[in-house]
């Protein structure tokens, strides 16, 4: 079981999403860099070091969807039996490790694993390892994405996390494989597609303030790259906020505060939920264990 992952400036969970599905029962982990200027290459480098993961620098035009279906290919090609496409605020969990969850899934072509988003502190500023461990609230049962409920998004009487994410897929291997953006659906597939309920994803979407000013710079890069009406519709509706200079009031409605997201003059009060703590507290370093770091690799 190979991991595939398309990264770009994501310094604070890069690290721990590998370390974290290396754990988990990923073989192996191919990522294509599109063009990282915070410091992830320098994590990939280091993390290429001493993991089995491997990785390539491509500053071009974000084409997730060629790339993703060229590191599936590779992984095939490399001998993975199945193929997890990754995002890298995504941590897979399950019941049991995923190799033995997908075991059993031989026959279909591919398992569906539900998605569930955690929410970030409105205090949280700048993304850092550290304040994933502070996202242990989460909206109590999501809504169904609807056409009724994304205009009501982009209107800003909804709350991204009031919606239930769409799931993702891991993939057996075929040398057919085709994973459009978001792996929520793929083409080649040697089989149907199964849903697997042992297996979640702990998604971490916006960590951080400044987070939001990332996703509308990904929003105006999916409009430069002339995609579908439909595709990416959350980050592009960020990026024209950011043209209105409103996304301080989509941060309100994007993290909590006092287990509170504000949608305007609406209060959504949220769950505890530690599990996406749980998962990655093994893997955040302690300020001493970074400072120790710094340390060694000056002396080194």
């Not at 410091?39 to 993703?68: C, H, I, N």
């Not at 990332?214 to 790259?225: P, S, T, V, W």
């Not at 504000?262 to 949220?270: E, K, M, S, T």
């Not at 703590?277 to 080194?300: D, M, S």
Request: aromatic letters at 6%.
């Amino acid at each position: 079981m190979f991991g595939v992952l398309v990264v770009r400036d994501e310094v604070d969970v890069v690290r721990l999403c590998v370390l974290h599905q290396l754990t988990a029962g990923c073989e192996r982990i191919l990522v294509v860099d599109n063009g990282s200027s915070d410091g992830t290459t320098t994590v990939l480098r280091r993390l290429a070091k001493r993991t089995p993961l491997s990785w390539t620098f491509d500053p071009g035009p974000y084409l997730q969807d060629e790339l993703m279906t060229g590191l599936a290919g590779e992984a095939v090609r490399a001998g993975a039996d199945w193929v997890l496409p990754l995002d890298a605020d995504e941590f897979w969990t399950g019941e049991a490790d995923l190799r033995t969850a997908l075991a059993s899934r031989l026959e279909s072509g591919a398992v569906q694993v539900r998605r569930v988003d955690f929410v970030q502190r409105r205090e949280q500023r700048a993304p850092e390892a550290r304040a994933v461990l502070a996202m242990t609230m989460r909206v109590a049962e999501p809504t169904d994405v609807t056409e009724e409920a994304v205009q009501r998004f982009r209107a800003g009487e909804l709350s991204i996390f009031e919606m239930q994410p769409a799931p993702k897929l891991a993939l057996r291997a075929s040398t057919e494989l085709v994973v459009p953006r978001g792996a929520h659906v793929a083409a080649g597939l040697l089989g149907p597609i199964v849903t697997v309920p042992e297996l979640t994803i702990l998604h971490a979407p916006l960590r951080a303030r400044s987070c939001l000013d990332r996703k509308a710079e990904h929003g105006r890069r999916l409009e430069q790259a002339g995609a579908g009406e439909f595709q990416g519709w959350q980050v592009r509706h960020w990026a024209a906020q950011a043209e209105h200079r409103r996304l301080d009031a989509e941060w309100a409605a994007s993290s909590q505060s006092g287990g509170v997201i504000d949608i305007g003059p609406r209060r959504v009060p949220l769950v505890h939920d530690d599990r996406l703590r749980r998962a990655l507290a093994g893997w955040v370093r302690t300020p001493a264990q970074q400072f120790a770091a710094r340390a060694l690799r000056r002396t080194y």
